[in-house]
């Protein structure tokens, strides 16, 4: 009788699974698609996969503003800092730690010069540059009450995507799709758009897999030009020349894996597939011209042009065909100095759009199901940087959600009379991170990967719910 801890007999199992186990995955993943068929929201691709309990959202478009917004100038009105704008910023706000990114010395505070008024029926407060948003204001749950420990974009951005300051780890949009998969077998689970130039700070890591498989990690399209690069077949390469080149290729990669045993090569394989699949899917999706001129004139798109207005129609149009996580990076929000003249130009590139999107997916009853996310990866300070900006600020700022099963035109979380401490309902980018999960079905401390000897999560070993923005409770 074998003994039950022999190496040899462990590895003739690890031999037997690999090669049963391991055929039958791939198997799953060469099976002929139906290249035929429009796969809708409610038609889950084989992929997909149960949450731990009910869900409240199936998706997300998750907008983030690279370099951070004035909260001050836009969602969080303080008569006290307009009041005493121009005074000494209190000592008490200097000699506790606080940290800034480039003001030194004794700063002046800074009131916003914009009007706030209270909109809708909830009376949300919202600034005028904002006039778009103010007419769906019903639809948000504003946070006010965010904070974190990274004062450096790349480091916040990485934290704010991925739980964690350094590079390595898997973005949220990654978790989401390791957790809940693809409800739409051709096109990736977990989409990128950028706009407004450059890209954030710390790049293509803000949508890494991480440590996770490479088949979980963001694709990114381009709402101008190729929406992807290099899916196109090349001159004179024939979409059957195409199909027999990716079985040959596949079929080594098999047998490398019957080898090895190196899950990387099932993601390849996997990869494979679906490129193919999306050269279909891909165009149709991106070709915005099908949507009426009411819908176009709604986002205020110009097809044929790359913006931020294409891409928020994109991403409701990839929610609808059943990708689970869109992500949305719009550039140039980093105002340090000239903040009168260009914040007023930033929010009229986002302001009709981000309103059309919530509007356009509660008409189509997408809007319960969506969880539409909005945020940066921190604030900007009360007091003054150069003649007319604001420096980085960590200690207190803003987001809001909306759908997907949050409290609709509520606030949750409150800062001090000038925007400096949190005085109410503190949450942690953790935190953040724990009830977007929770409202997709997942239990943060469940989802976990285990990697280089012990389990990790999205959240760390913190984070809780913030049950205060969740649709009864």
């Avoid at 003001?103 to 009131?111: A, D, H, N, Q, T």
């Avoid at 077998?185 to 130039?197: E, K, R, T, Y």
Wanted: hydrophobic share 40%.
């Amino acid at each position: 009788m074998p003994i039950p801890n022999d190496p040899l007999v462990a590895l003739q199992r690890r031999t037997f699974l690999r090669g049963a186990v391991g055929s039958a995955a791939l198997a799953s993943l060469l099976k002929p698609a139906n290249l035929g068929a429009a796969p809708t929201r409610s038609a889950e691709a084989t992929s997909a996969k149960q949450p731990h309990f009910p869900p409240r959202a199936k998706s997300v478009i998750y907008i983030h503003l690279v370099g951070a917004p004035s909260q001050l100038d836009l969602f969080d009105p303080k008569p006290v800092l307009v009041e005493n704008n121009g005074k000494p910023c209190p000592e008490k706000y200097l000699t506790e730690g606080q940290q800034f990114a480039f003001i030194r010395g004794k700063p002046s505070l800074l009131g916003s010069k914009y009007k706030f008024q209270q909109h809708g029926q909830s009376g949300l407060w919202l600034s005028e540059l904002l006039p778009h948003l103010a007419g769906v204001a019903d639809h948000l749950c504003m946070i006010k009450s965010l904070h974190t420990e990274q004062i450096n974009h790349g480091p916040a951005q990485l934290m704010m995507m991925s739980g964690h300051p350094r590079m390595g780890r898997p973005s949220v949009g990654s978790w989401v799709n390791y957790g809940l998969g693809s409800e739409n077998a051709d096109l990736p689970a977990f989409v990128v758009l950028n706009s407004g130039g450059n890209i954030a700070g710390a790049g293509s890591a803000l949508w890494n897999a991480g440590f996770l498989p490479s088949a979980y990690q963001g694709v990114e399209f381009r709402s101008a030009g190729d929406p992807v690069l290099f899916l196109s077949d090349p001159q004179g390469i024939t979409r059957d020349d195409r199909r027999r080149i990716i079985d040959s290729v596949n079929h080594l990669n098999t047998k490398h894996f019957a080898d090895v045993g190196d899950p990387e090569i099932t993601a390849r394989i996997s990869q494979y597939e679906l490129a193919f699949r999306m050269q279909t899917a891909v165009p149709e999706l991106m070709d915005i011209r099908s949507e009426s001129k009411k819908t176009l004139e709604l986002y205020g798109v110009k097809p044929g042009k790359a913006s931020f207005a294409n891409n928020a129609l994109l991403a409701r149009r990839l929610v609808e065909r059943g990708v689970r996580f869109v992500q949305l990076f719009d550039s140039d929000w980093d105002h340090h100095a000239n903040l009168s003249k260009r914040l007023p130009a930033k929010c009229k590139e986002v302001d009709q759009p981000i309103a059309a999107l919530l509007t356009d997916l509660q008409q189509r009853g997408l809007l319960d199901e969506t969880l539409v996310v909005w945020g940066a990866e921190f604030g900007r300070t009360p007091v003054k940087q150069s003649d007319d900006g604001r420096d980085h600020h960590i200690e207190a700022f803003c987001a809001w959600m909306a759908g997907g099963g949050v409290k609709a035109g509520h606030v949750y979380g409150a800062s001090d009379d000038i925007g400096f401490k949190i005085v109410q309902d503190p949450m942690h980018v953790n935190d953040f991170h724990a009830t977007m999960l929770h409202l997709l079905g997942i239990d943060h401390e469940r989802l976990t990967y285990h990697y280089q000897g012990r389990d990790f999560r999205l959240t760390d070993v913190a984070g809780k719910v913030a049950r205060g923005i969740l649709e009864n409770g």
